[in-house]
């Protein structure tokens, strides 16, 4: 494993547990959840900045082909 993928891992887990363990209390520390909720987001970030785009291949091929019409035949 990378360690991008290792940093990305632990932001996500750490920032979830920060924001669980914040919500658990009967009165909860705002500064923690908020702390935890973005460094969940920053890892959350950086996992799909890896991903590539379904709108980045070029399209090899349509599945229905069309032929020029002719000034004739429309008529």
Known sequence: M?????????C???GGIVAIYAQA???QNTYLLT???ILLMFGI????R?????????????FV???PIDE???R
């Open 2 to 10: 990378s360690i991008s993928k290792l940093i990305n891992l632990i």
């Open 12 to 14: 996500v887990l750490s």
């Open 25 to 27: 209390g009967v009165k």
């Open 35 to 37: 702390g935890g909720i």
């Open 45 to 48: 970030y950086r996992i799909s």
């Open 50 to 62: 890896n991903i590539p785009s379904k709108y980045d291949k070029q399209e090899s091929e349509s």
């Open 65 to 67: 082909k069309s032929e």
């Open 72 to 74: 004739d035949e429309a």
